[in-house]
């Protein structure tokens, strides 16, 4: 079956614009959970939605937001945008009953701020 | 909060010989997981473990379940150039299945 698909993959953006990124989960998967890789801070949970309600929720700021769909798929979006918000940022689906922590992960969508 | 300290940061080997990497912290965890990344693409778990003491193989990997639920290790044996790439640890957060904390990650090299 398909994978855990996130567009774009790659994309360049300026200080202070913003950003929406698209993650569709595995087919029947319906928790959704957002992660950020930096060199310099590793992974880092973002926030994980489950029927389109945010469940938890990690040490970022407001600018970062995210949404789920009813078909399961989710976005998450960056406002205002600053220089250190240049990452990899991962989307990981999971299907909730059971599989503690089994998070099946996407390819990431790549962030350059300039 | 929750840490977890990963070691040793990278790790340069010869093909066919064993690796071993481990994972530490300050607080309990009740599962870990070992995931592996590859460049350009997202991490993929490899193994799961879910209690004190066990220790779970998928083929040349072998992980364990540290008894003070503070510990876990990876051991790959006769490693081969596609073992290449980035080892993370990782546990779930208290009381979130699905919200994990990441050790900093092991990359290892694996030289012809």
Not at chain 1, 51 to 71: A, D, H, I, L, V
Not at chain 1, 87 to 103: F, K, P, R, T, V
Not at chain 2, 26 to 32: K, M
């Amino acid at each position: 079956k398909a994978g855990v698909t996130q567009t774009p993959r790659y994309l360049i953006k300026t200080r202070g614009q913003q950003v929406t990124l698209s993650c569709s989960p595995i087919s029947g998967h319906r928790s959704v959970s957002w992660y950020q890789q930096t060199p310099g801070q590793g992974l880092q949970f973002l926030f994980e939605y489950f029927s389109e309600t945010q469940r938890n929720k990690g040490n970022f700021p407001g600018r970062f937001s995210g949404r789920q769909f009813s078909n399961s798929r989710s976005e998450m979006n960056v406002s205002t945008l600053e220089l250190g918000d240049s990452a990899l940022y991962l989307c990981a689906s999971s299907y909730i009953a059971g599989g503690d922590g089994e998070l099946f992960f996407g390819e990431g969508s790549r962030l350059t701020v300039l | 909060g929750q840490q977890l300290n990963q070691s040793p940061q990278s790790m340069f080997i010869q093909e066919g010989e064993d690796v071993s990497m481990n994972c530490t912290s300050s607080s309990i965890f009740n599962t870990w997981l070992w995931y592996k990344q590859d460049p350009g693409e997202g991490p993929v778990l490899l193994i799961a473990l879910y209690k004190a003491g066990e220790l779970t193989s998928n083929g040349r990997l072998t992980a364990q379940f540290g008894i003070t639920r503070k510990d876990s290790f990876l051991n790959i044996s006769a490693s081969i150039p596609s073992d290449v790439g980035i080892y993370f640890c990782a546990g779930p957060r208290s009381g979130s299945a699905r919200q994990l904390t990441f050790g900093s990650g092991t990359q290892l090299t694996v030289l012809p």
